[in-house]
């Protein structure tokens, strides 16, 4: 079996990032974890908050500039 020492200072340090990385890891996480649906709304009422008609709101999903999904065929908005 083999040993490594090392100085106190450096072991916290180490464990430091460890922690930082997993925070930075759990944000991640939350930030894409599944929605529930009561955070989406459907495209007619994202129309009317955005006051977007339908074309403008085809080319804002086809951009990427908004996220969406399709539930039973209708589009749902991120």
Known sequence: MDYVVIERVVYDAILAR???FA???EA??????????DDWVDNESAQSILI???RSMQTMRSSGKIGYSIIDGRFSIR
């Open 28 to 37: 991640l996480m939350r930030l894409y974890a599944p929605r529930n649906l």
């Open 23 to 25: 925070r930075g890891l």
């Open 52 to 54: 977007l008609g339908l």
């Open 18 to 20: 460890v922690d930082e």
